[in-house]
C-alpha cells in the first residue's frame, strides 16, 4: 500500500509570495498518475494538476507540479487571495486503487 | 450543463443501509469510470469505490469491501452505491467524481450528500 505523506501540514504565507506544497510517497509512484487538488471549505474539491505537472482545464499558469518517484511538489507562484485552501495529493495505483495524502492547509499570514 | 448531483444521504443507525444515487448531466456518462470518494467531518479525503465503463469491473477500499457496493445504469446516467452494515467510522460526505479516458485523475466532482451513521 502507498501511503502519501503531505507537509507542511500548515502553510502561512501572504498574498503575492510564493508557496512550496510537498507530496512524499512511501513507495515510488509513477509520475503519470499523480494529482493535486484544492478544495475550499464547504466546496467539492476541484482538480489542479494531474501527470505530475500537467494543468487541467482552466487552472491558472501560476499553479504548476513538478517531482518523480517518491517525492513531488505543487508550487503557486504568486499567491492570490482566492487561492487559500486546502490542497491534497493522490495518486493512483494497484491498491488501493486511489489514495490521498492528508491535505496542506494553506491559510493567510 | 456539465454536472453531477448526488443524493440519498441522510441519518441511519448502526447496522443499517443507504443507497446514494449520482445523476449525471451534460456529458456522455456512459463513456466514463466512475468513482466514490468520503471526506469525514474535518478530515481529509478517502476514496470508496471505482466502477469501468460497462460496470463489468468494481474496486472498492479494504474499509468498505463487502459492505459497500457500486453500480451504474448507462441508461438513466446514474451511478449508485449501496452502502450496508453502516459503522460509525462511515460517517462523511460522499462525493461521487469522474475520471476522464486519458488518466487517472477526477476532473469532475459533486457537491456531495452527507451520510450519519449514529447510535
Known amino acids: 500500500e502507498i501511503v502519501l505523506t503531505q507537509s507542511p501540514g500548515t502553510l502561512s504565507l501572504s498574498p503575492g509570495e510564493r508557496a512550496t506544497l510537498s507530496c512524499r510517497a512511501s513507495?515510488?509512484?509513477?509520475?503519470?498518475?499523480l494529482a493535486w487538488y484544492q478544495q475550499k471549505p464547504g466546496q467539492a474539491p476541484r482538480l489542479l494538476i494531474y501527470?505530475?505537472?500537467s494543468r487541467a482545464t482552466g487552472i491558472p499558469d501560476r499553479f504548476s507540479g513538478s517531482g518523480s518517484g517518491t517525492d513531488f511538489t505543487l508550487t503557486i507562484s504568486r499567491l492570490e487571495p482566492e487561492d487559500f485552501a486546502v490542497y491534497y495529493c493522490?495518486?493512483?495505483?494497484?491498491?488501493?486503487?486511489?489514495?490521498f495524502g492528508q491535505g496542506t492547509k494553506l491559510e493567510i499570514k | 450543463e456539465v454536472q453531477l448531483l448526488e443524493s440519498g444521504g441522510g441519518l441511519v443507525q448502526p447496522g443499517g443501509s443507504l443507497r446514494l444515487s449520482c445523476a449525471a448531466s451534460g456529458f456522455t456518462f456512459s463513456s466514463y469510470g466512475m468513482h466514490w470518494v468520503r471526506q469525514a467531518p474535518g478530515k481529509g479525503l478517502e476514496w470508496v469505490s471505482s466502477i469501468s465503463v460497462s460496470g463489468g469491473t468494481t474496486y472498492y477500499s479494504d474499509s468498505v469491501k463487502g459492505r459497500f457496493t457500486i453500480s451504474r445504469d448507462n441508461s438513466k446516467n446514474t451511478l449508485f452505491l449501496q452502502m450496508n452494515s453502516l459503522r460509525a467510522e462511515d460517517t462523511a460526505v460522499y462525493y461521487c467524481?469522474?475520471?476522464?479516458?486519458?488518466?487517472?485523475?477526477?476532473?469532475?466532482w459533486g457537491q456531495g450528500t452527507m451520510v450519519t451513521v449514529f447510535s
Open positions: 501527470g505530475t505537472s
Open positions: 513507495q515510488s509512484v509513477s509520475s503519470s498518475y
Open positions: 467524481a469522474k475520471r476522464p479516458t486519458d488518466y487517472r485523475a477526477f476532473d469532475m
Open positions: 493522490q495518486q493512483y495505483g494497484s491498491s488501493p486503487r486511489y489514495s
